[in-house]
C-alpha cells in the first residue's frame, strides 16, 4: 500500500458541501492519532461557472475548463485519488476524466450502486434542475436496474429554492416544504429518496426516518475512505449492520 495515498477534492461546488464532505470523511474514518487520517489536497473554486446554468442553457459560461485545470492542479500537487462532492458537476464527468490520469469517484454511480446493493428497486431523486435534466442518475439506474422518479414540477421548483434561494445562500431552509416534496415521491411507491445534492445534505433532517434517505455526500465519503485504504466507522444510519465495517 502506498503510505502516501493522498486524496484531492475538486470542490468549492458549492463550498460548504466541500466543508460538510471533509468532516464526513474525517469523522467517520478510525484513527488514533492525526498521522491515521487521510492525506487531502482541497480545491475549493468558488468561482467556477454555474453547473446547472450551463446544462440548461441559460449561461454560455462552461465550467469544465475550470474543472480541468484544477484537476490538473491536484495532480501535479501529489494526488492519487479525486472526487468531486457536487452531483451537478458529475454532467461533466467523462470529459474531466479524458483529460485527468487520475482516477475520479462517481458520486452519481456510487450512490446508485449503493441502492442496488442494498435490494432497492425505485427511488425518488431530489436534485438540481441541471442534474435532473442530465439523466444522469436515469442513465445509471437503468444500468443498475432501478427505476428513477422524479419530483413534480411543481416540487422540483420547490427543491430548486430550497438549494439555490436558501442552502446556497446561508439561509434557513423550508424544513416543511422540502419533507412534503417527500412525502408525496414516496407515496408514489418510492422505496428511498436520493439526496442527489450536495446541498440538500446539509439540511436538517430531524423528524424525517433515517432510513428513508440515501444520501449522496454521506455514499460518497464512506466509498472514499475505503478507496484510500482506510476504515470507516460510525455509519450505521447508513449501513445496515452486517455490511459495515466495524472497528
Not at 1 to 26: D, H, Q
Not at 110 to 131: C, P, S, W
Request: contains cysteine; glycine residues 8%; hydrophobic residues 40%.
Amino acid at each position: 500500500m502506498n503510505a502516501r495515498f493522498i486524496l484531492g477534492i475538486l470542490g468549492g461546488l458549492g463550498p460548504m458541501s466541500t466543508v460538510r464532505f471533509c468532516e464526513l470523511v474525517i469523522g467517520h474514518t478510525k484513527a488514533t492519532t492525526d498521522a491515521d487520517h487521510i492525506d487531502m489536497l482541497i480545491s475549493s473554486r468558488a468561482s467556477t461557472p454555474d453547473r446547472t446554468a450551463f446544462i440548461l442553457g441559460r449561461s454560455k459560461e462552461d465550467p469544465l475548463p475550470i474543472m480541468i485545470e484544477e484537476a490538473h492542479r491536484l495532480e501535479a500537487a501529489g494526488a492519487s485519488l479525486l472526487v468531486i462532492p457536487c452531483n451537478t458537476a458529475h454532467y461533466f464527468y467523462d470529459g474531466l476524466q479524458r483529460e485527468c490520469a487520475l482516477p475520479i469517484l462517481n458520486i452519481i454511480q456510487e450512490t446508485v450502486g449503493f441502492a442496488k446493493e442494498r435490494g432497492v428497486t425505485r427511488v425518488g431523486l431530489l436534485a438540481t434542475e441541471g442534474t435532473a435534466a442530465s439523466g444522469a442518475y436515469h442513465l445509471w439506474c437503468k444500468t443498475y436496474g432501478l427505476e428513477c422518479i422524479l419530483p413534480s414540477p411543481e416540487d422540483q421548483s420547490v427543491i430548486s429554492s430550497i438549494i439555490y434561494n436558501q442552502v446556497k445562500q446561508n439561509r434557513p431552509a423550508d424544513h416543511r416544504a422540502f419533507g412534503e416534496v417527500c412525502n408525496r415521491l414516496l407515496e408514489k411507491g418510492c422505496e428511498k429518496i436520493i439526496l442527489g445534492c450536495t446541498e440538500l445534505s446539509l439540511l436538517d433532517k430531524s423528524g424525517f426516518p433515517e432510513d428513508r434517505f440515501l444520501d449522496s455526500l454521506e455514499i460518497l465519503a464512506y466509498k472514499t475512505i475505503l478507496a484510500c485504504h482506510k476504515t470507516p466507522i460510525g455509519f450505521s444510519h447508513l449501513l445496515s449492520k452486517d455490511t459495515e465495517v466495524n472497528a
